[in-house]
C-alpha cells in the first residue's frame, strides 16, 4: 500500500481532527502529497496540498483553518482541521503524484496514487 489515510471522525462544530496519510519512504520522497475531499452527493475537490519543498496551497473554504504539514521522519502527511464546519462532512482522501506541475493539482486524475477515504462528519 503506497498510501494510507486515517483520523476521521465525528465531531461537534467548532472541534478539530488531525487526519493522516502515511506513505512508502519512496513515495513521500518524490510526491506532492494532496488531500481531497468529496461531500455526500459532490464531486471530489482539492483542499489542500504540499509539495516536496514545503510548498503549500489551500481551498479557499478551508483558509486560516486547515494546515498541512509533512514529517519526514515519518514519511506522513498531515492536516490538521480546526474550527470545523458542517459543510466540511466529507470522506477525505490522500492523493500523491511526482509530478511538480502545480497547475495540474486541482485535477484528481493527475494523481497516481491514492489512498482509502476517511469520514469525516461535523454536526451543528
Known amino acids: 500500500v503506497q498510501l494510507q489515510a486515517s483520523g476521521g471522525g465525528a465531531v461537534q462544530a467548532g472541534g478539530s481532527l488531525r487526519l493522516s496519510c502515511a506513505a512508502s519512504?519512496?513515495?513521500?520522497?518524490?510526491?506532492?502529497i494532496s488531500w481531497y475531499r468529496q461531500p455526500p452527493g459532490k464531486p471530489r475537490e482539492l483542499v489542500a496540498y504540499i509539495t516536496t519543498g514545503g510548498t503549500t496551497n489551500y481551498e479557499d473554504s478551508v483558509k486560516g483553518r486547515f494546515s498541512i504539514s509533512r514529517d519526514n521522519a515519518n514519511n506522513t502527511v498531515y492536516l490538521q482541521m480546526n474550527s470545523l464546519k458542517p459543510e466540511d462532512t466529507a470522506v477525505y482522501y490522500c492523493?500523491?503524484?511526482?509530478?511538480?506541475?502545480?497547475?495540474?493539482?486541482?485535477?484528481?486524475?493527475?494523481?497516481?496514487?491514492w489512498g482509502q477515504g476517511t469520514l469525516v462528519t461535523v454536526s451543528s
Open positions: 492523493a500523491a503524484t511526482p509530478s511538480g506541475i502545480l497547475s495540474t493539482l486541482r485535477i484528481p486524475s493527475s494523481y497516481e496514487h
Open positions: 519512504r519512496s513515495l513521500f520522497n518524490i510526491a506532492t
